[in-house]
């Protein structure tokens, strides 16, 4: 009875202090004010530009340069951000080697933290959850990565859902350990997931929260201390967003972040030598870090993600939306983006193409269902559609042709979302595979068919693809899956009627496979995977057996 009141008192007292933290006064001011927030994201022009910090040893700092950024709409400048240069590494390195190999804590060491780190998500996952600090991400991440409301708000809902799955003692569960009973008496041998101690992120501009906060986190919860480099085009969204971890809790010294362009970050790379570097972006930047580490980095790099319909013709209009959607939403800047689709010749006589059509040329600049494209020039992409037209039996499905009034910088990209025909057998000749497979990260797509008998070729061209990220099979034919998934490798497939390649959420594994170092992002396999290594310990005690005496030589 005692233990029932006891166990009683001990809730009543974790309810009023988590109600302690989120009193009338904590949340009234996040509601009203943001206390956390710098900027107003509707606020940001011209005449009144945003600025970006950078963050060391605690401390938030600006810098000797700054780099103006324009706004990837109309072309202004809007946005200042404080960039390091290569005289400016030598704080950033000593940050890091400050945190030893062991980490900032471990199963052995301040195990506290993992509790901190429970709450610091429960607090951030509540934050984020107020229907007024939502929709100040999700319009902060329109105005530098333009998409659609919804699709920024997808963006922020995602990570509000991860933090909540990892508050309380789920940090803790994430460094759970196995035993295993040794030869004799006294002896155990124990598994641990250890930190790497310092470590590297560096993340890409098409997801300016979710890509970073869920990364970031990972390396937090395992007990690293990371530096942690977003995009310069989008990285006031993470700077605002560290700003609301602090207000969380999150000690101001276990995270550094910096601006700054590729050269500096390869040189503080190199010269700080953090023990494990998390890269997403380009997969020529990928592998020169591959080797410039050491191969001490996991990447999720570029993706040109198939999408396979099998035999079996159902629910068109589905499938329709759902292709325009992995095709064309955030204006073809994801990762999982749909960049050829196979079409078995039975979906080839349907309505399909010509329901795509309709609902590509439904998106318009001013709800950015379709917009500028960041890393693409649109002289680029109407180059790589020329090329692509001069293959034999190709042709212009719909779109090639560049966005009309508008005021999106030419240093931008701005088409219309785009599909091109390619005869399978075409795409195959080694004189066009890799034109046809080059990953355009815009609003494009190719587009081929194939007969019943094809399968083998259809399969064999997965085959060479250099990247496996997503890919969706789309039947519900159970032998036509069966055939298809056992004959290929992306980390991430979506399989039946509904498969989709775009628009993984927090509940399950989004990274590639067939590379050792792939990266995952979401659960607690890829936290586990990316942010903490194997460490075996072998208790022996004893006692010697008695009687015990020196044996001869071996």
Not at 203 to 228: D, H, R, S
Request: charged share 20%; hydrophobic share 40%.
């Amino acid at each position: 009875m005692h233990r029932i009141v006891l166990q009683r008192e001990i809730r009543s007292r974790a309810s009023h202090k988590a109600l302690s933290w989120f009193s009338s006064s904590n949340l009234f001011r996040s509601v009203h004010s943001l206390p956390f927030a710098t900027v107003e994201a509707e606020g940001i022009s011209g005449s009144q530009p945003a600025e970006v910090q950078n963050l060391v040893q605690g401390k938030w700092t600006g810098s000797a340069a700054w780099n103006t950024l324009v706004d990837p709409l109309n072309g202004e400048p809007f946005i200042k951000v404080a960039e390091v240069d290569g005289n400016g590494i030598q704080q950033f390195v000593e940050s890091l080697s400050k945190c030893p190999k062991h980490g900032l804590h471990n199963p052995f060491k301040s195990p506290e933290r993992y509790l901190l780190y429970g709450d610091i998500s429960a607090k951030a996952a509540h934050m984020l959850a107020l229907p007024k600090v939502s929709d100040f991400f999700t319009r902060l991440i329109q105005r530098v990565s333009p998409k659609s409301y919804q699709q920024a708000f997808g963006e922020v809902y995602v990570t509000q859902k991860f933090l909540e799955n990892f508050s309380g003692d789920q940090v803790r569960f994430l460094a759970r350990s196995f035993a295993v009973p040794g030869n004799h008496i006294g002896q155990q041998s124990h598994g641990y997931r250890w930190p790497y101690g310092p470590v590297a992120i560096i993340t890409p501009f098409n997801f300016p929260l979710e890509i970073p906060v869920l990364q970031l986190m990972g390396a937090l919860y395992m007990g690293n201390k990371p530096v942690l480099k977003v995009d310069s085009k989008v990285s006031i969204v993470m700077e605002q967003m560290m700003r609301l971890l602090h207000y969380c809790g999150l000690p101001a010294e276990d995270v550094d972040f910096i601006n700054s362009d590729g050269k500096t970050m390869n040189k503080l790379l190199m010269e700080a030598n953090p023990r494990m570097t998390l890269f997403t972006g380009s997969s020529r930047i990928a592998e020169k870090l591959a080797v410039d580490l050491k191969g001490r980095v996991k990447l999720e790099d570029a993706g040109f993600d198939w999408k396979i319909l099998g035999p079996d013709v159902e629910e068109v209009d589905y499938v329709a939306w759902v292709c325009d959607q992995d095709a064309y939403a955030c204006s073809g800047q994801k990762c999982s983006a749909q960049s050829i689709l196979f079409m078995h010749e039975n979906w080839s006589t349907s309505s399909l193409i010509s329901k795509i059509k309709d609902l590509a040329e439904r998106r318009k600049l001013a709800d950015l269902t379709v917009g500028p494209v960041l890393t693409v020039t649109t002289a680029a992409m109407l180059e790589h559609k020329k090329k692509l037209l001069q293959i034999s039996g190709s042709k212009l499905l719909f779109g090639g042709e560049p966005l009309e009034n508008h005021s999106i910088p030419a240093i931008y990209g701005a088409i219309k979302p785009t599909a091109i025909y390619i005869p399978l057998e075409e795409i195959l000749k080694p004189a066009n595979y890799e034109l046809v497979t080059k990953e355009i990260f815009g609003p494009f797509q190719i587009i081929t068919d194939y007969k019943k008998d094809q399968l083998p070729m259809v399969l064999d061209a997965l085959e060479r693809m250099h990247a496996h990220l997503t890919a969706a099979v789309v039947s519900n034919d159970p032998i036509f899956l069966q055939d298809v998934i056992g004959k290929t490798v992306n980390g991430t497939t979506y399989a039946g009627l509904r498969a989709r390649t775009t628009g993984a959420p927090q509940n399950h594994w989004f990274g590639p496979a067939g590379d050792p170092r792939g990266a995952g992002i979401g659960t607690p396999e890829a936290i586990k995977l990316v942010w903490s290594c194997h460490r075996e310990i072998i208790y022996d005690f004893g006692p010697v057996p008695r009687g015990w005496e020196i044996p001869s030589s071996t």
